[in-house]
């Protein structure tokens, strides 16, 4: 399994909090990203990150705010948690490795279980 | 926008039937297909992937996929499933330029009876 962490893995918040989640990866992948899974949705993208800073809306932005500091890490921030939001959400990563040009497989960390009450 | 498409909702099956599970996207383009397989609880596990080449690609655990490309389609094969093959399976495509802007079908639900 490619070297991916989530943090928290499960989490039950109040409406109208922040709640941040954390990914680390350990593989120097140059593309990282977040979504979340709803029954009868399948997965939808959130957010993507192309390089430390660089970040992208994905089909299902509203929201959520994205940042990426370092290779290793893209944080997904529910600045304001509603009910809807409540889902399993999944961090991401491909390559190329930073510095490198080609790669197109997605590997998947374990997900982060959101409970928005 | 490319989308992707599979047919089938939920499957249930004997142990040692066959499988085929079908998955058709649109994008006339050079695309890259994908299975994923997602264990009760678990993340989505990757089982076979095509980029270019033979169009009869071989994964893990005994499946195979076949990429039609006058049908737009890439269905997912086993001779003979386990009841360790109970899971969802998910379809995706992306292009070369960005592999995470993927399109994922909404799933297939498995459910193999011992």
């Known amino acids: 399994d490619a070297g991916i962490t989530q943090s928290p893995r499960h989490k039950v918040t109040e409406t109208g909090t922040p709640v941040t989640l954390r990914c680390h990866q350990t593989?120097?992948?140059?593309?990282m990203y977040w979504y979340r899974q709803d029954p009868g949705h399948g997965l939808r993208l959130i957010h993507y990150?192309?390089?430390?800073?660089?970040?992208d809306k994905g089909e299902v932005s509203d929201g959520y705010s994205v940042s990426r500091s370092k290779t290793e890490d893209f944080l997904l921030t529910l600045e304001s948690a509603t009910s809807s939001q409540t889902s399993v959400y999944f961090c991401?990563?491909?390559?190329?490795?930073?510095?490198?040009?080609?790669?197109?497989?997605?590997?998947f960390g374990e997900g982060s279980w959101l409970t928005v009450v | 926008a490319q989308s992707v498409s599979q047919h089938n909702h939920h499957v249930i099956l004997s142990e040692a039937a066959s499988l085929e599970l079908g998955c058709n996207y649109s994008?006339?383009?050079?695309?890259?297909l994908f299975w994923y397989v997602q264990y009760p609880g678990q993340h989505l596990q990757l089982l076979l992937k095509?980029?270019?080449?033979?169009?009869l690609v071989k994964g893990i655990k005994g499946f195979e996929a076949e990429f039609i490309k006058s049908k737009f389609s890439f269905n997912l094969r086993k001779p003979s499933v386990q009841w360790s093959d109970t899971a969802e399976y998910f379809c995706?495509?992306?292009?070369?330029?960005?592999?995470?802007?993927?399109?994922f079908g909404d799933g297939t639900t498995l459910t193999v009876k011992p």
């Open positions: 990150s192309y390089g430390v800073k660089d970040t």
């Open positions: 095509y980029f270019s080449g033979d169009p």
């Open positions: 994008y006339g383009g050079t695309v890259n």
């Open positions: 593989e120097n992948h140059r593309y």
């Open positions: 995706a495509v992306n292009q070369d330029t960005n592999a995470g802007k993927s399109t």
């Open positions: 991401a990563i491909s390559g190329p490795l930073q510095g490198m040009s080609s790669g197109n497989t997605i590997y």
